[in-house]
């Protein structure tokens, strides 16, 4: 679906591709379909992505260092891991999630993608206002994106004392602890 052939999707982090669906699903519910009733050319696209890598990038990092780190690498070891490709590039990078649904919803407006740690998806929302506001745009959709569960993520907060011991995180309260990781 949405233009991609079917050979590139292991290549594509699963957050382009949800980014996708989601898309789609909104613009349904927003009786968004093809009597589209607003100039596509005046629509932008804006998500909020923090943390680096997705998963498949994040499996190709390790893909790539592996040879580094080890010399030779066992088959059965690089078969567990995605395989380059020419779509691996454009399948890992956060910021192609915009452009992939502005092409495939066929959206002439700004496309990209805003990294603000935490507040990425907040960040994104204050950006596509800005859009409306400035009057580059007539509508934005604006959201976030991080489909990220990897151990990394939790060892890097539990390393650096920021994950609640007791897994909540009462923010704004006197007996706050850290955070809890979620979305």
């Given at each position: 679906?949405y ?62 260092e ?45 496309n990209?993608?805003?990294d ?34 990897a ?33």
């Open positions: 679906d233009g991609i052939p079917p050979t590139s999707i292991p290549s594509v982090d699963p957050m382009q591709l949800l980014a996708l669906e989601v898309v789609s699903d909104a613009m349904k519910d927003a009786a968004l379909g093809d009597e589209f009733p607003m100039d596509r050319e005046r629509m932008s696209v804006v998500f909020g992505f923090s943390g680096g890598l997705g998963e498949t990038g994040a499996q190709y990092a390790t893909r790539s592996l040879t580094r780190l080890m010399g030779e690498v066992p088959e059965e070891i690089l078969t567990r891991l995605p395989e380059w490709t020419e779509d691996s590039f454009a399948g890992l990078l956060p910021n192609v999630s915009a452009g992939r649904v502005a092409n495939r919803f066929d959206l002439g407006g700004s990209f993608a805003v603000a740690a935490c507040a990425s998806s907040l960040t994104a929302v204050y950006s596509a206002v800005m859009e409306l506001e400035s009057g580059r745009a007539d509508a934005v959709i604006a959201g976030g994106i991080d489909v990220t569960q151990p990394f993520g939790y060892l890097c907060f539990s390393k650096t004392q920021a994950l609640s011991p007791r897994g909540i995180c009462n923010t704004f309260d006197s007996s706050a602890d850290g955070i809890v990781i979620s979305e």
